[in-house]
């Protein structure tokens, strides 16, 4: 085995080793340099380097020196945050150290564990060791493999986010020891399940009960095709259909519990079920198998919600009398293979083509059976075929569309909703999967949401969302929600292509989205609506043909405080120095409260400024742009072209509601009386 480990590490390796020498005493040294030379074989080079040896020296001897004593099926954790003084060694972070019997799926349980408590995993080391125990317990040496009464252990060291709060320590560390638990009772009672399912599959020839002779073929070929390595074993039970007036009992056989769902365990308790409705139906119909997912996440293996396949019983006259229910996990190799070669999926998959009715080499053929073979297999598992076939034509007919599609199916024990999304692939990020998520849940009324995205060379990704819900909870309407996620997903560019297509006709509507998709800067985007957009555009347009003419636009944006207005003013090549604008605004009555400018960089042309001002009437009531707004811009115009001066005058456009032109002549009167020296304040003139 060590001849397998990589010559650089093996030296590093060797400087730990070193590196340990003065921390042992003569007699520990044998144990001591053997236990490290198989302690850090597994971790990487680059781990390694980067660490001072003395430290990982320190650590590895400290594991060894806490679990030297150890009974065998007992295992051994410890969770802390290490002190020189008393562990030998310091860490930035907390450390857990664990030593148990060799299992499978170890590794991924602590590591579960850990990430389900939310914390981080900065280091893991996880070595299996073969030891020399005596019947005390206590560690007399290390063995090579294979060694005569030697037994392989599992030493983990995992080193995590650091916690300082003594109840939450406690809390992971028993987390650990129930996960440790789920892995002993699980691989302990493998066996057994695998020859349960295994007589329930030659029952089902020796003993057949009163179904189709193809659905029993087909639920023989797949129990014993989840035997061959294809699921993951992780409990099993009996549970007894006791029929009533009103509602229906599943009653659970305390006694025949295996692995998980062995009797008395915590996690998954083994209680009455009162089933009514369509649940109650479903449990009463002369179905051989029922496929679908657990209530709970698997602390074994994967973090993902268990797989549950039941086995239906019957009495003399057909009737359900109960169900043998498996716990576990598909393997990866369920989900690698094509359906057309797994038992009972196949039989759906022939169906659903038999029901198309397509030519197998014909364009639409090939594409159901494509979309089948790619079609999320959880979904192939537990839907049935007439759930399956509206989905396959729908998802068919989406021809890569740049489209918002929704696809759900409820439970059939109304524990959870499958929603199959189907979302552009550029609008797809972490932001817009939980606007989703968010969306879904409260349309639902769920307690949880999880999710899983395929990207492939598709116009579409594809988002698969179990959204977990109480039994009482409404339903939602799929085209509704449809349109909710649409408008979710949806960009600014969308909006725009949107609002233009409905100002111009489409050819002018997709010229201007060429032009200024990418023109207008994202601070821009930021603050202005897409529908809002388009008179912008609208301006920007004349700006091109007609550079030199003034540019103005005055309007009121949408939920805007019926005090103020925005003037917005285009300029090609620089934007108006804020000095020259301010003191005209001020002559009119107008507060300036703040400037938004944008450059507008279009392909081939010079820039071009939008500078936004958000304005106020400083000494009278609200604009009403209506009557107010073509002679303030007016006046603006006049004041900026100099055809007006720039004076106290300039107010009576909004107080007095005069023209420029009213204003102006009213200016040159009161300078003729001044000059003529008819008495007038000159204080009167200035207001």
């Not at 980067?50 to 969770?79: N, Y």
């Not at 005390?136 to 060694?147: D, F």
Request: contains cysteine.
């Amino acid at each position: 085995m060590l001849g397998k480990v990589p010559a650089s590490r093996l030296r590093l390796i060797e400087t730990i080793v070193r590196a340990a020498r003065g921390r042992l005493r003569a007699s520990e040294r044998a144990v001591g340099e053997a236990f490290l030379r198989r302690y850090y074989r597994g971790v990487a080079d680059e781990e390694l380097a980067k660490r001072d040896p003395d430290a990982l020296a320190a650590c590895a001897l400290a594991h060894l020196s806490a679990a030297r004593r150890r009974r065998p099926g007992r295992p051994w954790v410890r969770v802390f945050n290490p002190d020189p003084a008393r562990d030998g060694f310091h860490s930035q972070h907390t450390v857990v150290m664990i030593v148990c019997d060799d299992a499978p799926f170890l590794v991924d349980s602590m590591n579960m564990a850990v990430n389900q408590a939310g914390l981080a995993v900065h280091l893991i080391v996880h070595p299996i060791i073969e030891v020399l125990r005596d019947g005390s317990g206590a560690l007399r040496a290390v063995a090579e493999p294979g060694a005569r009464r030697s037994r392989a252990e599992s030493w983990q060291l995992l080193e995590v986010d650091r916690e300082t709060d003594a109840a939450r320590l406690a809390s992971l560390e028993q987390r650990i020891r129930g996960a440790l638990d789920d892995v002993r009772v699980a691989v302990a009672d493998w066996s057994r399940m695998r020859e349960r399912a295994q007589t329930l599959a030659e029952g089902t020839e020796t003993d057949p009960p009163p179904l189709p002779a193809t659905e029993l073929l087909e639920g023989r070929a797949l129990l014993e095709w989840m035997i061959d390595n294809h699921f993951t074993f992780l409990g099993a039970r009996y549970y007894r259909l006791v029929r009533g007036r009103h509602a229906d009992r599943l009653v659970p056989d305390l006694a025949s519990g295996l692995g998980l769902l062995r009797a008395g365990r915590p996690d998954h308790p083994a209680h009455t079920v009162r089933l009514t409705g369509d649940v109650r139906r479903h449990a009463r119909d002369r179905a051989l198998l029922i496929i679908t997912k657990a209530n709970s996440i698997a602390t074994v293996h994967r973090a993902t919600y268990l797989d549950y396949v039941g086995v239906k019983t019957f009495d003399g006259r057909g009737q359900v009398t109960g169900e043998h229910r498996f716990l576990g996990l598909w393997t990866s190799s369920a989900y690698s293979c094509s359906p057309r070669d797994i038992p009972v999926l196949r039989h759906k998959v022939q169906e659903i083509i038999t029901h198309f009715g397509l030519a197998p080499q014909s364009h639409d053929g090939k594409a159901v059976l494509h979309v089948l073979e790619a079609h999320p297999r959880d979904e192939l598992f537990q839907a049935t075929a007439a759930e399956l076939i509206p989905t396959i034509r729908g998802v068919v007919n989406l021809y890569d569309r740049q489209v918002v599609r929704l696809f759900v199916r409820r439970d059939s024990f109304h524990r959870f909703w499958s929603c199959l999304l189907y979302v552009p692939r550029d609008r797809y990020n972490t932001e817009v999967r939980h606007r989703i998520e968010a969306i879904i849940r409260e349309a639902f009324g769920g307690t949880d949401v999880e999710s899983q995205v395929q990207l492939s060379e598709s116009t579409l990704a594809r988002v698969h969302l179990i959204v977990r819900t109480p039994l009482d909870r409404r339903t939602a309407d799929p085209a509704l929600l449809e349109q909710r996620i649409a408008a979710a997903v949806q960009t600014w560019a969308d909006g725009l292509r949107a609002a233009l297509t409905a100002r111009f006709d489409e050819a002018e509507a997709l010229r201007l989205v060429a032009r200024y998709r990418a023109a207008l800067p994202a601070a821009y985007a930021e603050d202005t609506a897409a529908a809002d957009a388009v008179a912008d555009i609208e301006v920007l347009e004349a700006v091109a043909r007609r550079p030199d003419d003034l540019h103005l636009r005055l309007f009121r944006p949408g939920g805007a405080d019926a005090g103020r207005v925005h003037l917005k003013l285009y300029r090609p090549r620089d934007p108006r120095a804020i000095s020259d604008v301010l003191p005209m605004l001020e002559n009119l009555g107008l507060r300036l409260i703040s400037e938004r400018p944008y450059e507008v960089r279009l392909a081939g042309a010079p820039p071009v400024w939008i500078q936004d001002f958000e304005l106020e009437h400083r000494d009278g009531p609200a604009l009403d742009l209506a009557a107010d707004g073509p002679r303030l811009t007016a006046a603006i115009a006049a004041l900026w072209q100099g055809q007006a001066e720039n004076d106290g005058f300039n107010r009576l456009v909004l107080a007095a509601r005069l023209s420029w032109r009213e204003t102006l002549v009213l200016r040159a009167y009161c300078r003729w009386l001044l000059q003529t020296g008819i008495p007038f304040s000159q204080a009167y003139m200035e207001r």
